[in-house]
């Protein structure tokens, strides 16, 4: 099966008057406020110059996941590292190259749907790549949905948050939406250069992603692609989010369980 290529959500961020007409969109809100080793010691008796081999320290696992039935079943990696539920008629395949980027030993899948169609991509020890943001290069976003997830999570910074599941726009020519989970506040005073649909989790795991992209920007004309997701409202936006066929995207990506 052929994976879809990804909308490049990478790129210059372009500011541009742009005026939304909302009728019936009550619920978005503007920016995201969300409700308030052991170490290895020698043997007895050995010498002196003789060298401790490490104690292998085992990765923790998720316990076994039944099946929810109803036409879903559940996806779990071999190390049992992370699972979710995910349609029965869904594909989910390895990317054996993601590109740049992750560190070494991150798992990295691809949900598509009967049509072939990609759905999300789960990531793990994404490369943490912070970037300068000055203010007259931020964009203003939207936050169309924000429900809480439970998910390991061991964020610290300023304007770190509980893990949630954001459906999320950025204002650049169009409106452009990504969906994914996060537990990092988009930016101060409702805008941002960059949204990232990221968890800083364990060791283990490292920074995590299960969304339609790891990160979000505007775009300009001349890099918006036949994948790029964006809309000329905010309304048609949340139209879209609002159909069934999302219903299922998002279970699948709020079922998420990542061993801890």
């Known amino acids: 099966m052929t994976r879809p290529v990804k909308s490049g959500l990478l790129g210059a961020v372009l500011l541009l008057a742009v005026t939304a007409t909302i009728t019936g969109c ?13 170490s290895a010691s020698a043997e007895p ?9 490490p104690t292998p320290v085992a990765l923790p696992m998720l316990p076994e996941r039944p099946a929810p039935g109803d036409g879903w079943t559940v996806f779990t990696d071999e190390q049992r590292l992370v699972s979710f539920e995910v349609p029965e008629n869904w594909t989910v395949e390895r990317i ?11 798992l990295h899948y691809d949900v598509s749907n009967p049509d072939g169609v990609s759905m999300a991509e789960l990531h793990t020890r994404i490369a943490s790549q912070p970037e300068e943001c000055a ?3 931020t964009s203003p976003y939207i936050v169309l949905s924000s429900e809480p997830v439970e998910l390991p999570s061991t964020a610290a910074a300023e304007g770190s948050i509980e893990p949630r599941f954001v459906v999320r726009l950025i204002q650049g020519f169009r409106f452009f ?3 994914g989970i996060t537990d990092l506040v988009g930016g101060a005073d409702s805008a941002a250069c960059v949204l990232y ?6 060791d283990h795991i490292g920074l995590y992603s299960f969304g ?3 990160q979000l920007r505007a775009l300009d004309p001349t890099q918006v692609g036949s994948r790029t997701e964006s809309f000329a409202t905010i309304a048609e936006a949340q139209k879209r989010f609002d159909e069934g066929d999302f219903d299922q995207i998002r279970r699948m990506i709020m079922s998420l369980q990542v061993a801890s």
């Open 197 to 202: 649909n990221t968890v800083q989790g364990p």
């Open 212 to 214: 339609d992209a790891v």
């Open 135 to 137: 203010a007259d290069a």
């Open 26 to 38: 009550d619920d978005f809100v503007i920016g995201d406020r969300p409700p308030a080793s052991p």
């Open 45 to 53: 008796g050995a010498s002196a110059s003789a060298t401790a081999s």
């Open 177 to 179: 939406s990504s969906y």
């Open 96 to 106: 054996e190259d993601p590109g740049e980027g992750f560190d070494e030993g991150g």
